[in-house]
């Protein structure tokens, strides 16, 4: 077996292991991409993101809410209304989820797979 020296072993970021232990759930991103247009209602939230269901629309929000990208306001009716926004730290994403955007368009544009002139 050969010995490894003075090499460390590699580690992921902490950092970025925060950030997909909260982004990286199914339609968080999605979510907080959708807010990024301002607020919106849980009603159009949920038209928004095709296939996610009531429940787990709520419970991603309280998810974001609790990590302090998402408030929830409710709006004095009649009818009485819940809308959610981003706060500074969920706006602060917009520059970084416009670029993975930008790199979907170029690099996953092929149904989702990386097209062979980019995977050398």
């Known amino acids: ?4 020296g003075e090499e ?12 997909f232990a909260l ?20 009603a159009e939230l949920r038209r928004a993101v095709p296939g996610i269901s009531e429940r787990m629309l709520s419970d991603r929000l309280t998810e974001l809410s609790a990590a302090g990208l998402v408030v929830r306001e409710v709006d004095g009716g009649p009818p009485l209304r819940v809308s959610y ?4 730290a969920g706006r602060a994403l917009d ?5 993975l ?13 990386c097209p062979e002139r980019f995977r050398k």
């Open 1 to 4: 077996m050969a010995e490894r």
């Open 23 to 42: 982004l990286g759930k199914r339609w968080s991103g999605l979510l907080v991409s959708v807010l990024l247009g301002g607020p919106v209602h849980f």
């Open 95 to 99: 520059p970084a989820l416009k670029e």
């Open 101 to 113: 955007g930008r790199w979907a368009e170029t690099y996953l544009a092929d149904g989702g797979q």
């Open 85 to 88: 926004r981003l706060t500074e």
């Open 8 to 19: 460390t072993c590699r580690q992921v970021d902490a950092g970025m292991a925060r950030v």
